[in-house]
């Protein structure tokens, strides 16, 4: 997917760009994906992207929005523990 939107990924920065357009591919406004970066980080929301844009992928959740803003509000309170989510998908894959 990355290579058909974005090019090659090189870096973070080319990760980043690759998210915020899987972001507006899967209905994500610019708006909430601005709360994301401002909440998380750069890095931390380019990661949750790539876990909603899989999750949405796989037909696991339909409210693409409503997932990340509920990522971004866990972050605002300390409260995300986006590492586990990230390794638990990983272990899941390798299953």
């Known amino acids: 997917w990355a290579q ?3 090019g090659y990924i090189r870096d973070w920065d080319d990760l980043h760009r690759t998210a915020a357009q899987f972001a507006r591919m899967i209905g994500i406004s610019n708006q909430t ?6 909440a998380m980080g750069q890095q931390k929301a ?3 992207i790539m876990l909603v844009f899989d999750k949405h992928a796989k037909g696991e959740i339909t409210s693409t929005s409503r997932y990340l803003n509920g990522m971004t509000e866990k972050a605002r309170v300390g409260d995300l523990h986006l590492e586990r989510s990230v390794y638990g998908r990983l272990a899941k894959t390798a299953a």
């Open 4 to 6: 058909e939107v974005g």
């Open 33 to 38: 994906w601005s709360g994301a970066q401002d």
């Open 46 to 48: 380019t990661a949750a």
